[in-house]
């Protein structure tokens, strides 16, 4: 796990090293083992290392060619290396190191970049400096786990793992206002935009090829649709899906650190630990407490770790002080407001003492369905299907009356589903339109209206309606927060996260399973509940989803009052015109009153602290520069 950077100019100004020492300081907590630069003419590549695997000096980057014609920068850990590095072997490549990262390099050179990526099983970004060719390669893991951005300008392109160290280096350009339109409907910024108009986010299982100033993108791989007419049997079904959870564990056990796993109460941490026991892994399990608090579940889980037989640790998180604003902003580049990346770092910062890799149980919810609003669409789709093709002309003079009843709004919601599909389901969200009716919005972003709003309700998206939120899902909430929360909250603490529920080889499997399998007897994720029944027992399998987070809608007019009454003048918000002068008072005082605050003035208070710092980083940039001169 690493932070990369890099700098390609066609001019080869000759200042390529310096621009990349400036942005590797951004990356110091994502790799505080080791540092290097290396460059061609018009090249550098840099890198910051977390020593993983390999730990003595040959496992470190950029690491090149015998000849020097080829460069590799690598964050990330291909998990069937082994397999790969014998094949290569064979092939009669030598070695230097035991790193995964000479796999990708050799492999390159051997396979060239299609071969070698497809066979790669793991959470990549890397980038390949090909000098004879004078081409740059961008490669981003199919889910996008791990991060990469860049930034082009005619015939120059710099690329890193965040983006603030790609501001470092001057680029970036100003501020998108869709993308603060983005960030206050969902309180994330999706893949499509990043905070700053000319800074872009490589989309997952992409390839970017770059020469001479020239730039194009390949996807090399997306998951299978539902296979409707599959005929496997619920067994089946399970059967292989404890295969895959068992491999794909082992997989991720490759370690010269210590290696730890976060277990819950809940499914997908269960499952994980229960097949770190099959295959007589020597880890320790990690669960935090929270003495007192509702969300503890510390309990039940050294009940599930005892049933398992399984070394366990119980680590309780200290009383909160005010929220940890200044290490969100830092360690998310940009605005992010999601309240369990709040206890997420939390849980990273109190297990790092004690591993260095940690096994979670992210992406159980996604594939295998664990979300309500997929057995939602699930139901309206199978209705749509039922109805005829008239069906929306008739609703639409019906809808009025729901409208007007206080009591139908979720029955209202679901025929608009079921006539509308996607369209009509992307406009329930109440993010942006609690700005808009209360005329909050400033004069930079009135009249502007998100993509995702200008959808247009239609009658056959409602009939696959299951598989189209799916899809938004994973462009939106799985790629714009789940993913980045896990890789921010554990790199701001140098702590690799490693996800056995979000191996692709899992996802093929899953994604192709019919809903009847994955929503068997109405349950959300029926597959992974049956495996956790069968194997642990049917009190853990039956158990609600709990989670751990931070109430951070409560805490900020409650704990965190100090915090909030920085949105009451004076803000950047105002001054900035993102937001209209005065507008918040009034909700900021209902807020207090009821001790209560709706989510999207946490919002706010997310974006204001974000703005502030990111004007205190360009003044002390300025008097660095004046010192220097």
């Keep these: 796990m690493c932070g990369i950077a890099g700098f390609v100019s066609v001019q080869r100004s000759g ?3 310096q621009v990349v020492k400036e942005m590797l300081p951004h990356l110091a907590r994502r790799g505080p083992d080791a540092e290097g630069i290396v460059t061609w003419p018009g090249v550098a590549f840099g890198h910051r290392r977390l020593a993983i695997l390999d730990l003595s000096q040959l496992g470190n980057q950029p690491m090149v060619s015998d000849d020097g014609n080829i460069g590799l920068v690598f964050n990330g850990c291909i998990y069937n290396f082994l397999e790969l590095r014998e094949d290569l072997t ?11 990262t000479e796999v990708l390099l050799r492999g ?20 390949i400096w090909d000098a ?8 981003r893991d199919r889910l996008g786990v791990k991060p990469l951005v860049y930034a082009e300008n005619g015939d120059q392109i710099g690329f890193s793992s965040t983006i603030s160290a790609l501001r470092a280096c001057g680029a970036g350009g100003q501020m998108d206002p869709d993308a603060v339109l983005e960030f206050l409907e969902f309180g994330y910024i999706t893949d499509e935009r990043s905070i700053y ?38 067994n089946e079904a399970v059967e292989e899906t404890e295969r895959l959870i068992v491999e794909s564990v082992r997989l991720r056990l490759c370690s010269d650190v210590p290696i730890g796993a976060l277990l819950s109460g809940g499914i997908d941490s269960t499952l994980v630990c229960w097949a770190m026991k099959q295959l007589n892994a020597d880890v320790k399990a990690f669960t935090v407490g929270t003495p007192g608090d509702s969300s503890d579940e510390s309990a039940q889980a050294a009940e599930i770790a005892k049933r398992l037989g399984i070394a366990h640790e119980v680590v309780t998180l200290g009383s909160l002080g005010e929220p940890a604003l200044a290490q969100l902003a830092e360690a998310f580049s940009e605005p992010f407001a999601s309240q369990s990346a709040l206890g997420l770092m939390r849980v990273s910062a109190a297990v790092k003492p004690l591993a260095t890799v940690l096994l979670t149980g992210d992406g159980g919810d996604d594939v295998y369905l664990g979300y309500p609003y997929f057995y939602n669409a699930w139901r309206a789709q199978r209705l749509a299907r039922r109805l005829p093709q008239v069906a929306p002309q008739l609703w639409g003079p019906m809808r009025p009356i729901f409208e007007a009843s206080t009591g139908t709004r979720r029955a209202k919601n679901f025929i608009d589903y079921t006539v509308g599909g996607l369209g009509a389901y992307t406009r329930v969200r109440d993010g942006l339109p609690y700005f808009e009716r209360r005329f909050m919005l400033g004069e930079q972003l009135q009249d502007r209206q998100l993509a995702q709003r200008r959808m247009q309700p239609s009658f056959a998206s409602a009939r696959r309606l299951l598989s189209d939120v799916f899809a938004y ?4 909430e799985f790629i714009g927060e789940f993913i980045p929360k896990v890789d921010g909250s554990t790199m701001y603490y140098s702590l690799e996260a490693r996800a056995p529920l979000l191996d692709h080889k899992l996802w093929e499997f899953a994604a192709a399973l019919p809903p009847e399998i994955r929503f068997r007897g109405g349950q959300l994720k029926a597959v992974l509940r049956e495996i956790v029944r069968r194997r642990v027992g049917p009190d853990v399998a039956d158990r609600r989803k709990q989670g751990f987070t931070i ?32 507008a918040m008072t009034p909700h900021i005082d209902k807020a207090l009153q009821s001790g209560a605050a709706p989510k999207q003035l946490w919002y706010l208070l997310i974006l204001e602290n974000w703005l502030q710092r990111q004007q205190h980083a360009a003044e002390t940039r300025v008097l660095c520069e004046a010192d220097a001169r």
């Excluded at 109430?551 to 015109?577: M, Q, Y």
Aim: net charge positive.
């Design 15 to 17: 200042r390529e090293r």
């Design 90 to 100: 064979k092939s009669g490549i030598r070695f230097r190191s035991e790193s995964d």
């Design 108 to 127: 390159y050179q051997e396979w060239g970049i299609e071969k070698l990526v497809s066979q790669c099983r793991g959470m990549f970004a890397f980038a």
């Design 132 to 139: 004879p060719r004078r081409t740059l390669y961008l490669v």
């Design 197 to 234: 108009r000319d800074v872009k986010k490589l989309p997952p299982a992409t390839i970017l090829e770059w020469r001479d100033g020239h730039a194009s993108q390949r996807c090399y791989w997306s998951p299978p649709p539902v296979d409707e007419s599959s005929k496997i049997s619920f």
């Design 473 to 476: 899902h994973r462009k939106t």
């Design 551 to 582: 109430p951070a809608e409560k805490w900020i007019a409650t704990h965190w009052r100090n915090s909030f009454e920085v949105l009451r003048s004076g803000t950047r918000l105002e001054s900035d015109g993102w937001i209209r002068e005065g």
